[in-house]
């Protein structure tokens, strides 16, 4: 075995907080390889990112390595013991020797700084002066990671950007003085699945041409399988297990292991769909006849969000709008649940005419709109209790006793404790809120709930949580969903029928298992295609039914 490019044995990490230290990582021990990909997984809070941090001396203030060893094994410099080192020998090391590709580029690149001069950053740092060499450096780096006309890219800012070119920017800026470990942090969490793949097969082939290490850290272990060569997973800061990737997934050792792989949508069956039928001769509840929406902009023609789209929603039932970033998902859901007004078209909820509301304020009872971000959505400084009534103050409903009762009754509809009523938004995990969200678009009892990628932001086995109590939900309230998505394997799990998005138009519609199994267009197999850990299903399916 060779030498690793960067060793951890046993290391610890703490905070310090208001309640005393927090213990985040306990005992990690792990290997990266130069020319390898190690995967660090496990759920939110069971610090892998403390352990990325640590890798590249990015701790919070709050935050200090209480034991163990990590070296970085560099081919000229030798080895460093990173542990205690001065932050003038980090700043060093960074960019030249360790690197790192962040979450959310969004808010990693400097909104004011054009792309070219982000990329150029880390150049600066490091000593270079000359400027032409500079900017034929950041253009040979743009063009490096796939991104069309660099030169007038390097003149754009972020938001001129799509997310994906936005996290190939970072790449290349990651990229400039060809790193010997790379540090991706969930670096495409935030991507639809075909971009997430693009950018994932983009950091193998670097990797692969410049022999560089990888910790790669994700909450999937399908997405790990793909792309890495071993994994080790996190609980709770502790190690779980490690191994192979194709081991780990196909034959796992701890139950934690195997939780995660049952939790992941693209590897197993995690919600036991009932088939939602229309009665005979029941009419749909949603409606949607040549959807037509344009955006005017002064001095430009207009832009079409989404043209032509039909399709009937039956009652009790749930209908998908998958497609890539950009293809008009979320303008057709917020059209249906009343929040815009189409150009063209027809969009009937029951016996409401969306597109001519007379009351938009009493279509709120009717139809409600779960968003992505529930920590947005809800108002920090109100209390859950407060935040569940406020729909019901609105409209009038109750005494003040009964809707306490029924914020309790709300809160216990989703499993959680009528205590948290008591609580704000910041005191919750990212499921609890996103939970809070949900009963707060059920407490007013509407027909119809919009769900805008409600899922997509959590970790798997809260995500898989979630889907079983949207699930439930429907089955007991006969509650009808759109549910919008770029996760075709988190569709598969939930949807009866799905409408398939590109560009704006509808390239492919009908029930969920004829469009997944034979899939009509090209877009749709591409956008299959994309679902990580394909190579390991056969194998997974196979396990399941001999342990059966």
Same mark, same amino acid.
């Given at each position: 075995? &060779?030498?690793?490019?960067?060793?951890?044995?046993?290391?610890?990490?703490?905070?310090?907080?208001?309640?005393?230290?927090?213990?985040?990582?306990?005992?990690?021990?792990?290997?990266?390889?130069?020319?390898?990909? &190690?995967? #660090?997984?496990?759920?939110?809070?069971?610090?892998?990112?403390?352990?990325?941090?640590?890798?590249?001396?990015?701790?919070?203030?709050?935050?200090?390595?209480?034991?163990?060893?990590?070296?970085?094994?560099?081919?000229?410099?030798?080895?460093?013991?990173?542990?205690?080192?001065?932050?003038?020998?980090?700043?060093? @090391?960074?960019?030249?020797?360790?690197?790192?590709?962040?979450?959310?580029?969004?808010?990693?690149?400097?909104?004011?700084?054009? !792309?070219?001069?982000?990329?150029?950053?880390?150049?600066? =740092?490091?000593?270079?002066?000359?400027?032409?060499?500079?900017?034929?450096?950041?253009?040979?780096?743009?063009?490096?990671?796939? =991104?069309?006309?660099?030169?007038?890219?390097?003149?754009?800012?972020?938001?001129?950007?799509?997310?994906?070119?936005?996290?190939?920017?970072?790449?290349?800026?990651?990229?400039?003085?060809?790193?010997? #470990?790379?540090?991706?942090?969930?670096?495409?969490?935030? #991507?639809?699945?075909?971009?997430?793949?693009?950018? #994932?097969? @983009?950091?193998?082939?670097?990797?692969?041409?410049?022999?560089?290490?990888?910790?790669?850290?994700?909450?999937?272990?399908?997405?790990?399988?793909?792309?890495?060569?071993?994994?080790?997973?996190?609980?709770?800061?502790?190690?779980?297990?490690?191994?192979?990737?194709?081991?780990?997934?196909?034959?796992?050792?701890?139950?934690?292991?195997?939780?995660?792989?049952?939790?992941?949508?693209?590897?197993?069956?995690?919600?036991?769909?009932?088939?939602?039928?229309?009665?005979?001769?029941?009419?749909?509840?949603?409606?949607?006849?040549?959807?037509?929406?344009?955006?005017?902009?002064?001095?430009?023609?207009?832009?079409?969000?989404?043209?032509? !789209?039909?399709? &009937?929603?039956?009652?009790?039932?749930?209908?998908?709008?998958?497609?890539?970033?950009?293809?008009?998902?979320?303008?057709?859901?917020?059209?249906?649940?009343?929040?815009?007004?189409?150009?063209?078209?027809?969009?009937?909820?029951?016996?409401?005419?969306?597109?001519?509301?007379?009351?938009?304020?009493?279509?709120?009872?009717?139809?409600?709109?779960?968003?992505?971000?529930?920590?947005?959505?809800?108002?920090?400084?109100?209390?859950?209790?407060?935040?569940?009534?406020?729909?019901?103050?609105?409209?009038?409903?109750?005494?003040?006793?009964?809707?306490?009762?029924?914020?309790?009754?709300?809160?216990?509809?989703?499993?959680?404790?009528?205590?948290? *009523?008591?609580?704000?938004?910041?005191?919750?995990?990212?499921?609890?809120?996103?939970?809070?969200? =949900?009963?707060?678009?059920?407490?007013?009892?509407?027909?119809? !709930?919009?769900?805008?990628?409600?899922?997509?932001?959590?970790?798997?086995?809260?995500?898989?949580?979630?889907?079983?109590?949207?699930?439930?939900?429907?089955?007991?309230?006969?509650?009808?969903?759109?549910?919008?998505?770029?996760?075709?394997?988190? !569709?598969?799990?939930?949807?009866?029928?799905?409408?398939?998005?590109?560009?704006?138009?509808?390239?492919?519609?009908?029930?969920?298992?004829?469009?997944?199994?034979?899939?009509?267009?090209?877009? &749709?197999?591409?956008?299959?295609?994309?679902?990580?850990?394909?190579?390991?299903?056969? *194998?997974?399916?196979?396990?399941?039914?001999?342990?059966?």
């Amino acid at each position: 075995m &060779t030498t690793p490019l960067l060793r951890i044995d046993d290391l610890a990490v703490s905070y310090r907080t208001g309640r005393g230290d927090f213990t985040a990582v306990d005992g990690v021990s792990l290997e990266v390889q130069a020319g390898r990909t &190690t995967a #660090l997984v496990g759920e939110s809070g069971s610090g892998k990112s403390t352990v990325a941090q640590s890798a590249i001396g990015l701790l919070a203030g709050n935050g200090r390595i209480t034991r163990g060893s990590m070296v970085l094994n560099e081919r000229t410099g030798g080895p460093t013991q990173l542990v205690g080192l001065p932050e003038r020998r980090w700043r060093g @090391l960074r960019g030249r020797c360790v690197a790192l590709i962040p979450q959310d580029p969004g808010t990693s690149l400097n909104p004011v700084a054009t !792309v070219g001069a982000s990329v150029a950053e880390a150049l600066r =740092i490091h000593g270079w002066k000359d400027r032409r060499k500079i900017e034929a450096r950041v253009l040979e780096l743009l063009e490096r990671v796939d =991104i069309d006309d660099p030169e007038r890219r390097a003149r754009q800012y972020p938001h001129e950007l799509s997310g994906g070119m936005r996290q190939r920017v970072l790449i290349a800026a990651a990229l400039g003085l060809e790193p010997e #470990l790379i540090i991706a942090d969930e670096p495409t969490s935030a #991507l639809d699945v075909t971009v997430q793949r693009r950018v #994932l097969d @983009l950091i193998d082939r670097l990797r692969e041409e410049s022999g560089s290490g990888v910790l790669f850290i994700t909450h999937d272990l399908a997405v790990a399988a793909d792309h890495s060569d071993e994994i080790v997973v996190m609980r709770g800061g502790r190690v779980e297990e490690t191994g192979r990737s194709a081991e780990v997934l196909t034959a796992p050792t701890a139950d934690y292991t195997r939780a995660l792989i049952d939790d992941a949508p693209s590897l197993a069956r995690i919600v036991e769909r009932r088939p939602h039928p229309a009665g005979a001769g029941e009419r749909p509840l949603v409606e949607v006849r040549g959807l037509r929406q344009e955006y005017r902009a002064r001095g430009r023609d207009a832009f079409v969000a989404v043209d032509d !789209v039909s399709f &009937t929603v039956a009652r009790g039932s749930t209908h998908a709008l998958v497609g890539e970033s950009g293809s008009g998902k979320t303008t057709t859901g917020r059209s249906i649940a009343g929040l815009n007004r189409p150009t063209a078209g027809s969009i009937r909820v029951g016996d409401t005419e969306v597109t001519d509301l007379r009351s938009p304020r009493a279509f709120r009872r009717v139809a409600q709109l779960v968003y992505q971000n529930p920590y947005a959505s809800l108002d920090p400084r109100q209390t859950i209790g407060r935040t569940l009534a406020e729909p019901l103050d609105n409209f009038g409903i109750g005494t003040r006793q009964e809707r306490a009762r029924r914020v309790a009754e709300h809160l216990e509809l989703v499993a959680l404790a009528p205590e948290i *009523a008591h609580r704000r938004p910041a005191e919750l995990s990212g499921g609890q809120r996103q939970r809070v969200a =949900i009963a707060r678009a059920l407490i007013l009892e509407p027909e119809l !709930v919009v769900f805008d990628e409600a899922v997509s932001a959590l970790d798997v086995t809260v995500q898989a949580q979630i889907l079983r109590l949207l699930a439930r939900l429907q089955d007991e309230l006969g509650l009808t969903y759109v549910f919008i998505s770029h996760d075709l394997a988190v !569709v598969r799990q939930i949807a009866d029928t799905v409408s398939v998005l590109q560009r704006g138009r509808q390239v492919e519609h009908g029930p969920t298992d004829q469009v997944f199994d034979a899939p009509a267009h090209p877009y &749709t197999r591409r956008l299959l295609d994309a679902i990580p850990g394909a190579a390991f299903r056969p *194998a997974l399916s196979a396990h399941t039914q001999e342990d059966a």
